[in-house]
């Protein structure tokens, strides 16, 4: 709708604020389905964004509470109700499951799903769980995109298929370190008891490069 909007005052604003946005009335995850209409075959495409709710996680990553999710949605008018299908985009971030690393990724999710008008068959013949409803005029995608999205959020995130996660020695990012990264495996206690009684050093493959100084 490019029509000028009544919410502009005369000053001009160098911004352009989605004004419509911050008013609470207009929640960009309902949909007014007066446009839409009855009538079987009728169609209307949604292409906008919409703050994410602060629950769309699990316990290593999720979407950021606010932050735009993009929905490219086309819905159809069928004989029970609105078809829904298309793609969710969602920003994701947490954390590597095995190094920690933060990962930063957006997930594009392919949606189809009916919404049954109040009254339809469908309606009367599923349960409130089984199949969405529509809420009079309105379409709340907000349920199915949060389902769709925490769904398709991986347990165990990885910030490469490949990740070799962490040393076990020092705790150190191992795909940040050089191949042949390795901890000589000299025990202290040995080596000072080495040093006291004058035995050669008897740890294979450690050669012996303690400063101690010798007293005659
Ligand atoms: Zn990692
Ligand atoms: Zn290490």
């Known amino acids: 709708m490019s029509a000028a909007s009544p919410l502009r005052s005369g000053a001009a604003s160098p911004g352009h604020r989605p004004q419509d946005a911050r008013r609470p009335a207009a929640n960009p995850w309902r949909v007014d389905l007066r446009e839409l209409g009855r009538r079987a075959g009728s169609m209307q495409e949604i292409d906008r964004s919409a703050p994410a709710p602060d629950d769309w996680r699990v316990e290593l990553i999720g979407v950021p509470a606010g932050t735009e999710v993009h929905l490219r949605l086309r819905l159809e008018s069928v004989m029970e109700g609105v078809l829904v299908s298309g793609e969710i985009d969602a ?26 008008y109040e009254g339809s068959t469908t309606e ?68 000072g008891l080495a040093a006291k009684f004058g035995t050669p050093s008897s740890s294979p493959g450690a050669p012996g490069e303690s400063p101690t100084t010798e007293e005659n």
Request: hydrophobic share 35%; net charge negative.
């Open 91 to 116: 920003p994701v971030t947490g954390s590597c499951a095995r190094c920690l690393e933060p990962i930063e990724d957006t997930l594009s999710l392919d949606v189809q799903e009916l919404y049954a």
């Open 124 to 191: 009367a013949t599923s349960e409130e769980d089984e199949v969405r409803r529509i809420e009079g005029d309105y379409l709340d995608l907000e349920p199915l995109a949060r389902d769709t999205v925490v769904l398709a959020l991986p347990l165990a995130p990885v910030c490469t298929d490949d990740c070799a996660g962490l040393c076990s020695d020092c705790g150190q990012r191992l795909d940040d370190l050089p191949a042949d990264h390795a901890h000589e495996v000299v025990d202290a206690r040995w080596a």
